[in-house]
């Protein structure tokens, strides 16, 4: 085992060490985040620091690099308090990369990358017509980090497309049967294989192996 | 494709709830939380929350929900500003998912579950000895969220052990290759395969994959 101390991994060269502490966390999401101005200017951007936060009210978090991600993103958000939340597919992973180049404010991501808008009465912001889980959110609570500049932007789901195929009888969403892609570091992407659902834990009990569809 | 909206979630039995919401943000980390408190007693919990916080410094962000965590977690990082994450792999998942169960405070998860405490120089919270990829972090900041009574643990990343075999050229760490395992849901664990790692995004230019080494 190879041992990394503080001084060490202070005395990386930058880049190495952004990939580096970006492998730590482990695996994480991969979605993208629809957005649009009043004057109708759309925005597309690929996160991978979305996180759930809670059941009830239903919260999302994520956190928002203010240098790095796509500069409408935030903007747009505080501006109309909308946004969506696209799963990345296999399908759609390489589109969706793409869509962390730094174009211009005026461009939309969505037409640079192909991918597509599509809107639902009521909802401001595009959803990703190709991604087979989707939800749109109410912005309720933009949080700057004063520990590194990041924002933590918290929205309460208020809408969700979904594959019906993936909707199990407990209520989980087979998230693995839409194929969603997960990413390590900065730059890998991943496909999955389940290898378990495993039931409450409880002291003094073994654990159960659940079926994919709950009980 | 299923369309549910804001009403109908509301209106879901609170387990089902919990499970529909918990699959929305994607795949999730699963990372066991290492801590102890000045008498002694260990604690260990799975957490599906860490996240990447930011590379300059290295922090590492997480959400402790205060009253589904093992109650020690939380009290103990407070107390002694220490604390370990340790990544989760296929081979030691199930004991992972069983630290959830709501042992005693005065129990100590590692022996409970059969995972076993490992302790570096200088470093006063417990590694997981069976874990490919550990790291320590000291406390930087401790936020209650208010919105919903949630717990943001800030730490910075001091000190990293890490399987010499995943560590690449450039920096990136392979956690595939350490069978670092993905959560969906409550309750269901993934391993992966990788579909490729890309090169940084550039607007007018094609991505290209890298090569697992990177360059």
Partial sequence: MKH???GEINQM??????RLINSLSGFKSANLIGTKDYSGCSNLAI????FHLGADPALIGMIIRPESVPRGTLSNIKQTSSYTINHVST???RQAH????RYDAD???FKEVGLTEEYLDGIFAPFVEQSQLKFSLLLRQVTPLAINGTVLVIGEVEHIIVDQHCIKDDGYLDIESLESVAISGLDSYHQTQRLDRLSY????RELDSLPLEGR
Same sequence: chains 1, 2.
């Avoid at 060269?13 to 952004?18: D, F, K, L, N, V």
């Avoid at 996160?47 to 979305?50: E, G, K, L, P, Y």
């Avoid at 834990?201 to 003094?204: C, G, L, Q, T, Y």
């Fill in 4 to 6: 990394i101390s503080s």
């Fill in 13 to 18: 060269e930058q880049r190495a060490r952004a």
């Fill in 47 to 50: 996160v991978s620091s979305v």
């Fill in 91 to 93: 399908l759609i992973y």
């Fill in 98 to 101: 793409q869509t962390s180049a």
């Fill in 107 to 109: 461009v939309s991501e």
């Fill in 201 to 204: 834990a409880k002291p003094d």
